[in-house]
């Protein structure tokens, strides 16, 4: 029994001096105001998952100066990529409203030359999307005519074979003679019977149908053609493109912004399309000056999904330059002012936005003019969601 006491008393003795021991190591991270306070980051928030494991998150939050104190873990999860601001002279751009449109020397239109009826190609009729040769028939056109011009037709098809039948028989005579008659009655029986047959076969082709084919080799990028439609001439049927081989007309209602026209580019979902300049027009269209550029093809072969008709923005350069800092285009934002801001990575887990006035150079980077001095690591992916930290 007296064993059993003592060794209860050594044991409330060592629990009050691990108690003791743990306050004391806790006041050492008191504040005594000697030193500068910097703002508190967050404690870890205990969490329990569906493994009934134990984890701690650690949260994202705004400090009172504005800045946003986002750990590492947050800083992955969030997939945040920072860049270094460069700085320098680059090409002042001007922005141009432009849309689509085929290449003239590898796109064509397929438009009748009469009325009529459309049926069936060799191989059915051309469909969207299908790959067609040059010369291949799409379809074909049954010509409209009543049933008087058909019968007139055929009565005069009639006549010229009787022609060509006595011609033939003329000639099989005269060549029975030959060495008798004068040859040159032989050559014009020839002659004649050739004349007949051509005049024949043209009269027999007006009442024939009429082949639609493709004018270059592409793809079908509109097809307005089923069977047994009747259409009027001059309609267009099908449209042939080549998706590799496209061009962009934008409109400039300033031309003093053309002078030195260079490469340009128009940012659309999915990527972007460099252009090159090919000319521009002196003919106003909807009161502005056309400017043709040629959408180039990327190093992999690939363009993005694009339409002909599409509309878009054009950016081109200019021999006019502008100073100021190169960034990517995605590294500037909108705060809650709707204001142009950036997010500069000032130290390991803090963030800070900054005002900027930007101007686009491509469809990939842009210009702060003011803002940034350069050599600031700016947040380039991920900077929609830091404005939304709280």
Same mark, same amino acid.
């Given at each position: 029994?007296?064993?059993?006491?003592?060794?209860?008393?050594?044991?409330?003795?060592?629990?009050?001096?691990?108690? $003791?021991?743990?306050?004391?190591?806790?006041?050492?991270?008191?504040?005594?105001?000697?030193?500068?306070? @910097?703002?508190?980051?967050?404690?870890?928030?205990?969490?329990?998952?569906?493994?009934?494991?134990?984890?701690? &998150?650690?949260?994202?939050?705004?400090?009172?100066?504005?800045?946003?104190?986002?750990?590492?873990?947050?800083? %992955?999860?969030?997939?945040?990529?920072?860049?270094?601001?460069?700085? =320098?002279?680059?090409?002042?751009?001007?922005?141009?409203?432009?849309?689509?449109?085929?290449?003239?020397? /590898?796109?064509?239109?397929?438009?009748?030359?009469?009325?009529? *009826?459309?049926?069936?190609?060799? &191989?059915?009729?051309?469909?969207?999307?299908?790959?067609?040769?040059?010369?291949?028939?799409? /379809?074909?056109?049954?010509?409209?005519?009543? /049933?008087?011009?058909?019968?007139?037709?055929?009565?005069?098809? /009639?006549? $010229?074979?009787?022609?060509?039948?006595?011609?033939?028989?003329?000639?099989?005579?005269?060549?029975?003679?030959?060495?008798?008659?004068?040859? !040159?009655?032989?050559?014009?029986?020839?002659?004649? $019977?050739?004349?007949?047959?051509?005049?024949?076969?043209?009269?027999?082709?007006?009442?024939?149908?009429?082949?639609?084919?493709?004018?270059?080799?592409?793809?079908?990028?509109?097809?307005?053609?089923?069977? =047994?439609?009747?259409?009027?001439?001059?309609?267009?049927?099908?449209?042939? +493109?080549?998706?590799?081989?496209?061009?962009?007309?934008?409109?400039?209602?300033?031309?003093?912004?053309?002078?030195?026209?260079? !490469?340009?580019?128009?940012?659309?979902?999915?990527?972007?399309?460099?252009?090159?300049?090919?000319?521009?027009?002196?003919?106003?269209?909807?009161?502005?000056?056309?400017?043709?550029?040629?959408?180039?093809?990327? !190093? &992999?072969?690939?363009?993005?999904?694009?339409?002909?008709?599409?509309?878009?923005?054009?950016?081109?350069?200019? !021999?006019? @330059?502008?100073?100021?800092?190169? +960034?990517?285009?995605?590294?500037?934002? %909108?705060?809650?002012?709707?204001? @142009?801001?950036?997010?500069?990575?000032?130290?390991?887990?803090?963030?800070?936005?900054?005002?900027?006035?930007?101007?686009?150079?491509?469809?990939?980077?842009v210009a702060v003019t003011d803002g940034l001095s350069g050599g600031e690591r700016v947040v380039v992916q991920g900077a929609a969601a830091l404005?939304?930290? *709280?």
């Amino acid at each position: 029994m007296t064993i059993i006491k003592n060794f209860s008393r050594y044991a409330l003795a060592l629990f009050v001096g691990s108690t $003791l021991a743990v306050q004391v190591s806790a006041h050492g991270g008191e504040d005594h105001g000697d030193a500068p306070k @910097s703002p508190a980051a967050p404690a870890p928030v205990a969490a329990v998952n569906a493994q009934g494991q134990v984890t701690f &998150n650690e949260p994202a939050i705004r400090l009172p100066d504005g800045s946003i104190f986002v750990p590492k873990s947050a800083q %992955r999860q969030l997939s945040l990529r920072t860049r270094a601001a460069l700085k =320098g002279e680059f090409p002042r751009t001007v922005e141009l409203n432009g849309r689509i449109i085929a290449d003239p020397n /590898a796109g064509g239109r397929v438009q009748t030359f009469q009325s009529g *009826r459309i049926e069936a190609g060799p &191989n059915g009729l051309a469909v969207l999307g299908q790959r067609v040769k040059k010369g291949q028939i799409l /379809a074909w056109l049954q010509p409209a005519a009543t /049933a008087l011009e058909r019968g007139t037709q055929q009565s005069v098809l /009639a006549e $010229l074979a009787a022609q060509e039948s006595v011609l033939e028989r003329r000639l099989a005579r005269l060549k029975q003679l030959e060495g008798s008659v004068p040859q !040159k009655d032989i050559e014009q029986a020839e002659i004649e $019977l050739a004349a007949f047959k051509k005049r024949k076969n043209a009269v027999g082709g007006s009442l024939g149908r009429e082949a639609l084919v493709a004018p270059v080799t592409g793809v079908v990028s509109a097809a307005n053609a089923a069977v =047994g439609q009747v259409v009027d001439a001059r309609e267009v049927v099908f449209e042939v +493109i080549d998706p590799q081989r496209l061009a962009v007309e934008a409109l400039a209602y300033d031309p003093l912004l053309l002078d030195g026209l260079g !490469k340009a580019s128009a940012p659309i979902a999915g990527g972007v399309l460099d252009l090159a300049f090919v000319g521009l027009g002196r003919t106003l269209k909807d009161q502005a000056m056309p400017v043709l550029f040629r959408v180039q093809v990327p !190093k &992999n072969g690939d363009l993005p999904a694009v339409a002909v008709g599409q509309t878009l923005k054009v950016l081109a350069q200019t !021999k006019a @330059s502008q100073a100021g800092v190169s +960034i990517p285009a995605a590294a500037v934002v %909108r705060n809650a002012a709707n204001e @142009s801001v950036v997010w500069v990575h000032e130290s390991a887990e803090r963030f800070v936005s900054r005002k900027v006035k930007a101007a686009a150079l491509d469809g990939h980077s842009v210009a702060v003019t003011d803002g940034l001095s350069g050599g600031e690591r700016v947040v380039v992916q991920g900077a929609a969601a830091l404005a939304q930290i *709280r």
